[in-house]
């Protein structure tokens, strides 16, 4: 396709698309780049399903212009995964049934990570406070938020992904 | 042991089901790699995109699109005259003319008329989602603007303009048990309400998506987000081709609570393929979700309640009428469940229902979680916890004294033939509450607030369900189950693997469930109406027993033993003198060319078809009962309700899977509490208001407190292992559990849906509040 080419690192290695300078980095992770763990929930900002790390900060990729961030790092949920597996996050999803249908998951786990890396984090209030920009239809944000509670101070505070 | 022992086996006896395994499916969604209906497409994918009427009612006059065709990468446009079957007709339940029964009909797309904001009058099929910004400005349709009818009441006037030309009336349920007149006469205490509820979008975070290709044997072929892969059907008869020519898969679902009940994508990817031959991917907006798709029906419920000094709730006068919007889809049904349930989890000897259900051009309403059932909770507990005051009583005792019974019937007809524990959800909760919370600043006020509900699982009797799963080993000892069910995010698939392990033993890691498949999984029904664990459950369950047995049975004549010397444990089958692995009993059973699978069927119960005059013996299986309560501050100065306690208890019979029961319950409670507090698709003569996040607010996990989930288990279900249904239970109490909170903290009725700020401030200012 013709267009702007951008390069993006994304999880770690170099995407390259060309592609029309209007696409939203949601637009083109999806359908230039076939990065399909950024999810389409309403397209203006709200729902935080489209949620994703740019430098370690959350942003919403369907605001965001895929040239803004051209050469930039992004961290998709297939990224938060370790060499040796699933993140304490992760795992703690897993275990307190935080994913049901599984379509909020990407942007609220992302939003998780970067709330649980700042270390201010300190209860349940704290955790609801952080989260208030991914809407979940669901669990009711119940099992969401014991997960995120469940890791609080067990992992180390980080400045990025 | 025979298969109505197993189903109701002690909990203690469970090692797989009733425990809190891992859900299958988590892992996948957790890392990313669950690929949803608009991540999956073959190569080469175009675009489709709905081009939908600006107006509410309006006669087309002209549509134009021959310059929208011209452009570079529009494949084609298409209009109504390019369905084969462009008309949909389906009956309405129950109801009849003069001559035959009532039918309703509505088109794929429209050529002559629309009848809400929102109705799609063409199908753009692009190369790229580029191109459809200028298709849509090159095609010109005119409309010739008919006056609309936006409210129920103006529907019914006699001069009412006509949303359809059968007349604005779509179905009526009417309901007479004892003598209501000469109890109201008897009655120490009569209470009068009018209660009004709004319309209410799913809001599930997927939108609805699909895509579709012509495969190798001419069948079209949809992936889609969807709730019913059965649609096929449907499908096919619009497009005119045998039912065995199109084909529905369904992969994990993004969130359904009945939106994706009826076909949303599917009609138009099919026509899309038809059409060009191309494979074609179609993903709708958030905003023409809000403002197209079918709603939750506004209900406005008037109750008359008579009860005696002693708190014996004699009965209810009902009336209800219920807001279709502008074509009929469930709602026939959606008031049936309204009407069968409006008096709830009582024992009434006098009722009297009238209700009907009518046309307007409001965007159409349908399926949501509760169906019907949960409009009425609103209306009837909010009345039990007026009667409950008038009386001084408490509000639970009230409802205890009450309560079904085993025995009792509801006013249907319907008998009651499973424990209820409804006194013991309403000890539960009172027990987990602790004192009310003491208010946050001097112009605050706590209250406190419970309600009750009933909601059936299973679907209405006349319509012969069944459930059908394909059950066989591998020659290794693994396992793979095949049944045509849909999993829309409460772990439907997970659940089977689970009970299928229970029963044959297998390790949950060796079995693999493909699931919601039209062409190639066997029909297990649609995932709606709190059907899916009761019928699908007890078809896995009862084909893993008849499977086991059938194995057992090889190994007794093998070896010569009694089969009941025989067990199926730890994957193993063992005697007091050998065991055999499951591969090695396999390998039995292939060389004594025995199958070493089988095909179930689960029958649902059956019964006559209901008419309007609803007088019968049984209508659905059975019901699942449950009491929440809410603590509540009210702010005086601004109206403003925060939940600051939230207790939900449910009998679930047996929970499958502990922590997914929980997130249903904790999830439904949270739906209930934005329908109380926050949510309403607003309709401004026929122009929606709330056409996307910004304007229709759901909550967030800053607007909802702690849901505290308990789960009663009286191993009384329909279900497999005694488990009743529970994924739309949950949604029914909370808001009345909130207005009787509400109420509690500040002595003002409320009997509006949503209780907004302004609301709550506008009845505190019409009170005695000093000026």
Request: charged share 40%.
């Given at each position: 396709m013709t267009g702007v080419r951008t390069t993006i690192v994304v999880n770690g290695s170099d995407i390259t698309r060309s592609g029309p300078a209007h696409y939203s980095l949601l637009r083109w992770l999806r359908d230039l780049a076939s990065v399909f763990d950024v999810k389409y929930g309403c397209g203006e900002g709200v729902c935080g399903a489209c949620t994703v790390l740019v430098d370690g900060k959350t942003v919403s990729s369907c605001l965001v212009l895929a040239v803004q961030v051209d050469g930039r790092r992004i961290t998709t949920l297939a990224g938060l995964a370790g060499a040796d597996g699933p993140s304490a996050l992760q795992e703690a999803f897993i275990e307190c049934g935080a994913a049901q249908c599984g379509f909020c998951t990407p942007g609220m786990l992302l939003a998780a990570t970067e709330a649980v890396a700042s270390?201010?984090?300190?209860g349940r209030d704290d955790i609801r406070s952080a989260l208030h920009g991914n809407l979940c239809r669901c669990t009711g944000y119940q099992a969401v938020v014991d997960a995120v509670e469940s890791v609080i101070g067990t992992v180390e505070p980080t400045r990025g992904f | 042991m025979a298969s109505e022992e197993v189903r109701r086996s002690k909990a203690a006896d469970l090692k797989v089901v009733n425990q809190p395994v891992r859900r299958r499916d988590a892992a996948e969604k957790v890392a990313g790699t669950t690929r949803f209906s608009g991540d999956i497409g073959p190569h080469g994918l175009v675009h489709a995109r709905l081009v939908r009427s600006v107006v509410a009612h309006a006669r087309l006059v002209s549509r134009d699109v021959s310059a929208a065709k011209a452009i570079d990468g529009v494949i084609a446009v298409l209009l109504g005259e390019d369905v084969p079957n462009n008309e949909v007709w389906v009956d309405v339940p129950g109801q009849e003319t003069e001559i035959a029964a009532l039918k309703a009909s509505m088109q794929v797309l429209a050529t002559?008329?629309?009848?809400?904001?929102?109705?799609?009058?063409a199908l753009i099929i692009a190369?790229?989602?580029?191109v459809f910004a200028a298709a849509e400005q090159a095609i010109e349709i005119e409309y010739a603007e008919l006056p609309g009818v936006f409210d129920v009441q103006a529907a019914l006037a006699d001069d009412a303009p006509l949303v359809h030309d059968s007349g604005n009336l779509l179905a009526e349920w009417n309901i007479s048990r004892g003598d209501v007149e000469s109890a109201f006469a008897a009655a120490d205490v009569v209470v009068d309400g009018e209660y009004y509820s709004q319309a209410v979008d799913h809001a599930y975070l997927e939108p609805e998506a699909g895509s579709a290709f012509l495969n190798d044997e001419g069948v079209i072929t949809l992936t889609v987000a969807t709730q019913v892969v059965e649609h096929f059907r449907d499908v096919a008869k619009i497009l005119g081709v045998?039912?065995?020519k199109v084909r529905i898969l369904a992969p994990y679902v993004g969130g359904g609570f009945g939106g994706k009940e009826d076909m949303t994508v599917e009609p138009y990817l099919a026509l899309a393929v038809y059409r060009t031959g191309r494979p074609v991917r179609m993903v709708w907006t958030r905003q023409e979700s809000l403002v197209a798709r079918a709603k939750r029906h506004p209900m406005v419920m008037r109750y008359r309640t008579a009860a005696m000094a002693d708190g014996t709730v004699l009965g209810h006068d009902i009336d209800i009428t219920a807001d279709s919007g502008a074509h009929a889809f469930l709602s026939a049904l959606v008031l049936l469940y309204a009407a069968v349930t409006a008096a709830g989890p009582y024992d009434l000897e006098h009722v009297r229902l009238r209700s009907r259900v009518v046309y307007t051009n409001n965007a159409p309403c349908s399926a949501f979680r509760g169906f019907g059932g949960m409009q009425v909770v609103f209306a009837y507990e909010s009345q039990m916890s007026r009667i409950a005051q008038q009386l001084s009583m408490d509000p639970g005792d009230i409802r205890k004294q009450n309560a079904l019974r085993v025995g009792d019937s509801l006013p249907v007809g319907q008998p009651i033939e499973t424990e209820v524990l409804l006194g013991a959800t309403i000890d539960a909760v009172r027990a987990a509450a602790g004192p009310l919370p003491v208010p946050s600043h001097a112009d605050a006020a706590v209250g406190r607030g419970f309600a009750s509900n009933i909601q059936p699982y299973g679907r209405l009797v006349w319509l012969h369900d069944t459930a059908t799963a394909w059950i066989g080993f591998e020659h290794d000892g693994s396992l793979a189950v095949r049944i045509g069910v849909q999993d829309i995010g409460a772990g439907q698939v997970s659940a089977l693997a689970q009970i299928a392990s229970e029963v044959l033993s297998v390790g949950m890691e060796d079995i693999s469930v493909h699931f919601g498949d039209s062409a190639r999984t066997p029909r297990a029904g649609t995932t709606t109406a709190t059907r899916m664990l009761y019928m699908s459950g007890n078809a896995v369950h009862d084909g893993c027993v008849e499977l086991r047995d059938h194995l057992l049975g090889i190994v007794a004549r093998a070896r010569g033993v009694p089969v009941e010397r025989l067990a199926m444990v730890d994957g193993l089958v063992r005697s007091a003198d050998f065991e055999l692995s499951l591969s090695e009993v396999v390998a039995l059973a292939v060389r004594g060319g025995e199958v070493i699978h089988v095909h179930h069927t689960f029958f649902g119960p059956t019964g006559p078809p209901a008419i309007t005059d609803l007088a019968t013996t049984r209508v659905l299986p059975d019901f699942t009962y449950g009491t929440h309560l809410a603590d509540v501050e009210v702010d005086t100065r601004t109206g403003l309700v925060r939940v600051l306690r939230y207790v939900a208890c449910h009998d679930v019979g047996r929970a499958i899977n502990p922590v997914t029961v929980e997130g249903q319950i904790a999830g439904g409670a949270v739906q209930g509490i934005g329908q109380a507090l926050l949510e309403e698709v607003v309709v401004r003569d026929g122009v929606n208001m709330t056409g996307g996040f910004f304007q229709y607010l759901i909550p967030t996990s800053s607007d909802v407190p702690d849901i505290e989930t308990i789960v009663l288990e009286s191993g009384e279900g329909l279900g497999p292992f005694g488990a009743r249904g529970i994924g739309e239970p949950p949604i029914g109490p909370p808001a009345a559990a909130v207005a009787n909170a509400i109420d509690d903290a500040i002595g003002v009725r409320l009997t509006r849906l949503p209780m907004r700020p302004e609301s709550v401030w506008e009845a505190l200012s019409a009170g005695e509040l000093p000026s």
């Open positions: 270390g201010e984090l300190t | 002559e008329r629309v009848r809400y904001q929102g109705e799609p009058i190369e790229t989602e580029d045998p039912h065995s």
